[in-house]
């Protein structure tokens, strides 16, 4: 009887959990039976598994071959594993005890003739690895850059098993790691090149400035879309750990690029008005993939023609808006994926969108129902509210307005001033802070505090949209470089609140 073993990664969303992988040759009929809870990918990794050993010149086993992944009771699922059940195969095979196959995790899926192929995952798994102290990491040569962005572990990139096979016995070495990884370009796209809409152009810089969420509305061309394009320009870059977050994401959903992995800049997404719950919050069989909520955190999620959006699709956002996190459960498992955003919605003012809207042919019934499609509790959760109108000419004759450069100065002084203000309290933007720290320890005094309460007698506003309106002041308060926030800053804040209201 003859023993192998070595270690790889189960990735269950943004998360790794070290897997050990056995390999047993004993006396029987020849025969491959793998244990442990196996999705179909894996158990498919059987046959490459055998076409690469033999592909490459090596033994395979002409007996009974027992692999073993431990975890038992952990679905494990694709074909990262590949790499590590062909080493100890041919540990088991050889009765070969290297030192480097104990302290090594090894990632990578094996073609027929002993490739190693790139696998998604690759930087929550070595994540994982290096907070479990496994030293050695070994992952496909093309996800080597993706692999690099860990710090304290020693990272490989194998292109053969070939390669891996002589690395582990000692005579030869693979790639080292990509000690300066590229980033991926920034997208140039300046806020000048929106024609008037100063109105509009605020709400986005405060936006920014406290990371608040916002609605627009208006006829078709007026620059919805431009806007909201614009918004991630405003915003500060990354810092280190939230680039990884960011980045672990999108290597889970499979978006990286090889050569410029690390995401240093806040994602913009904007999925297609028929996107459905899953395509929007994550889903999927087996184990839930992450959807555009996820994707676009740290960033801005951008749903262009939101009443065109399923209600179903709409409502599934509450949850991840208010909490930050969205937690799927399926067949295989729950799936917990980050989603801390921005949230910008556009829509017309009417089905038919006409680019007049005296123009407009719909019945009152349809353009209320049409501009209601947003519920109250998801409407609650937004902070600022635009409505935008067509553009006269003369705005063409003006000179263009601020820049992107110029906007982006303030928002960044505004958010630094927020930052230092709210580190004690562990949040670092003016949206994420709690209710209960703005009513108790940053309370407003009485005459800042009228409007508010005003709101809040007369049913126009509630108790959570009270959180938000000050929020909001407290942006503008900082964009105004002030200290607190005026009772003109409350009044303004609750205007962007109240601006739309439905009819």
């Not at 003859?2 to 050990?20: D, K, N, P, Q, T």
């Not at 007049?356 to 209320?368: F, G, K, Y």
Request: net charge positive; charged share 20%; proline share 6%.
């Amino acid at each position: 009887m003859a023993l192998g073993r070595g270690f790889s990664v189960a990735v269950r969303g943004v998360e790794g959990l070290i897997v050990e992988i056995e390999a047993d040759i004993s006396n029987g009929l020849p025969g491959v039976h793998l244990v442990g809870l196996a999705d179909a990918a894996l158990r498919e990794s059987r046959d490459r598994v055998r076409a690469a050993i033999t592909n490459c010149g090596f033994d395979w086993p002409q007996t009974r071959l027992t692999l073993a992944l431990s975890p038992a009771t952990l679905p494990k699922m694709g074909s990262l594993y590949d790499l590590a059940l062909a080493a100890v195969v041919l540990a088991a095979h050889g009765k070969k005890a290297w030192a480097k196959l104990e302290k090594t995790v090894l990632l990578g899926e094996l073609a027929l003739d002993g490739r190693v192929r790139p696998v998604k995952g690759v930087l929550p798994a070595v994540l994982a690895a290096q907070r479990h102290g496994w030293p050695t990491v070994v992952v496909p040569f093309e996800n080597l850059a993706e692999a690099s962005l860990v710090d304290g572990v020693e990272v490989w990139g194998a292109r053969t098993l070939g390669q891996v096979h002589a690395w582990l016995a000692g005579k030869g070495d693979l790639h080292a790691r990509i000690d300066d990884p590229q980033q991926a370009p920034e997208v140039a796209v300046d806020l000048a090149d929106v024609v008037g809409q100063p109105q509009a152009r605020t709400a986005v810089e405060v936006a920014a400035a406290g990371g608040h969420n916002l609605v627009m509305t208006g006829p078709p061309g007026v620059g919805k879309t431009m806007l909201a394009q614009r918004l991630p320009g405003l915003l500060p870059p990354l810092s280190r750990d939230e680039a990884l977050e960011v980045t672990a994401i999108h290597s889970v959903a499979g978006l990286l690029t090889g050569d410029a992995p690390l995401i240093t800049r806040p994602p913009f997404v904007a999925p297609h008005h028929t996107s459905s719950v899953a395509a929007l919050v994550g889903g999927g069989s087996g184990m839930a993939r992450p959807g555009a909520v996820s994707r676009a955190h740290r960033g801005v999620l951008f749903l262009d023609e939101f009443a065109e959006i399923s209600h179903a699709a709409l409502e599934a956002l509450r949850t991840p808006l208010e909490d930050g996190v969205i937690r799927l459960a399926r067949r295989d498992g729950v799936a917990c994926y980050p989603c801390r955003l921005q949230l910008v919605l556009a829509a017309n003012l009417c089905p038919c969108a006409p680019p007049d809207p005296r123009d407009c042919v719909c019945a009152s019934a349809d353009r209320r129902r049409y501009r209601t499609k947003l519920s109250g509790p998801l409407l609650d959760r937004v902070d600022l509210r635009v409505e935008m109108h067509a553009s006269r000419a003369g705005s063409f004759a003006e000179e263009g307005g601020e820049s992107t450069a110029v906007v982006r100065e303030r928002v960044w002084a505004a958010r630094e001033a927020a930052r230092e203000r709210w580190r004690p309290h562990g949040v670092s933007t003016n949206a994420e802070v709690s209710g209960a720290l703005l009513r108790r320890s940053f309370r407003l005094g009485g005459d800042a505090m009228k409007p508010l309460r005003t709101a809040v007698d007369r049913g126009a506003l509630s108790i959570r949209g009270m959180d938000r309106t000050l929020r909001v002041a407290w942006t503008l308060c900082d964009l105004a470089g002030g200290v607190s926030p005026t009772r003109d800053q409350v009044t303004r804040a609750l205007a962007y609140r109240q601006a739309g209201e439905r009819s």
